[in-house]
């Protein structure tokens, strides 16, 4: 009778002990914003995809020429900071954890808004590169570089996508949408259409809202509100 309660009490802590992480966290599967790993620390997921939220919306909202603006440079601080930083700072964070999907994603996309900012940083020459020093008027090869630049982003976008298919629908919509807003754009920029990048840049607005829903997810996950914001995971954990 003794040898049975001890096996039942063993098989209780044990089933117990599975619950936590290796960083004694609760092991909370229910809002995956990105592929659940036991985690030491807390999930850097959350920073990365809102930080990426935000720079997105700028980046379309000023495209869409938002309250007549046709100078986009406001957003060049936020991309630095905020997109870069604040997301590199979450792909080493999840490098940490083991997830190296999280770990290439966030720190791509962190160089992502570091290189979109540089483009119209005065102190970087870029633009200067490519405009008239005596009209001031920006050359059409700029549009062609820049569709060029669009479209490695957009393969590298393409892969990740793929890489995302076993996460969370919210998560996979997400890259796939970017993958054709960054489409539009390019062929926007390369043919010189504005409707193409009309379309591109409100594909851009349904990327961050999507974003900004997974990073709710994890934000808000674990009891910490009363919210609970589904990411509809597209496999069960067996």
């Known amino acids: 009778m003794s040898d049975t ?19 004694n966290h609760f092991d909370d599967r229910s809002q995956p914003g990105l592929p659940v790993i036991h985690r030491t620390f807390a999930s850097p997921a959350p920073l990365g995809l809102l930080s990426f939220a935000t720079g997105i919306f700028l980046i379309s909202v000023l495209g869409l020429h938002a309250r007549s ?11 630095i900071f905020f997109g870069g930083i604040g997301q590199f ?10 997830n190296t999907f999280g770990a290439t994603l966030f720190p791509a996309y962190s160089a992502f808004n570091l290189s979109y900012a540089m483009i119209y940083l005065p102190g970087s020459g870029i633009m200067a590169s490519y405009t008239d020093s005596e009209t001031g008027v920006v050359e059409a090869q ?8 669009i479209w490695a982003w957009f393969i590298l976008t393409v892969l990740f ?10 998560l996979f919509l997400d890259l796939v949408i970017l993958s054709v807003c960054l489409l539009l754009l390019a062929c926007g920029n390369m043919v010189g259409k504005d409707e193409l990048l009309t379309a591109g840049y409100s594909f851009g607005l349904v990327v961050a809202f999507l974003s900004y829903w997974a990073g709710c997810a994890g934000l808000w996950a674990g009891d910490t ?11 069960e954990n067996v």
């Open 5 to 23: 309660i001890d096996h039942n009490d063993k098989h209780t802590a044990d089933h117990l002990e599975r619950q936590r992480t290796a960083g």
């Open 69 to 79: 603006i046709d100078v986009p440079n406001i957003l060049v601080g936020v991309l």
């Open 225 to 235: 509100t009363p919210i609970k914001l589904p990411t509809f995971r597209m496999h």
């Open 161 to 170: 996508s793929i890489a995302a298919i076993r996460s969370s629908w919210i």
């Open 89 to 98: 700072a979450a792909g080493v964070m999840e490098f940490m954890t083991g």
């Open 142 to 149: 700029f549009y062609q570089a820049l569709a060029i630049y």
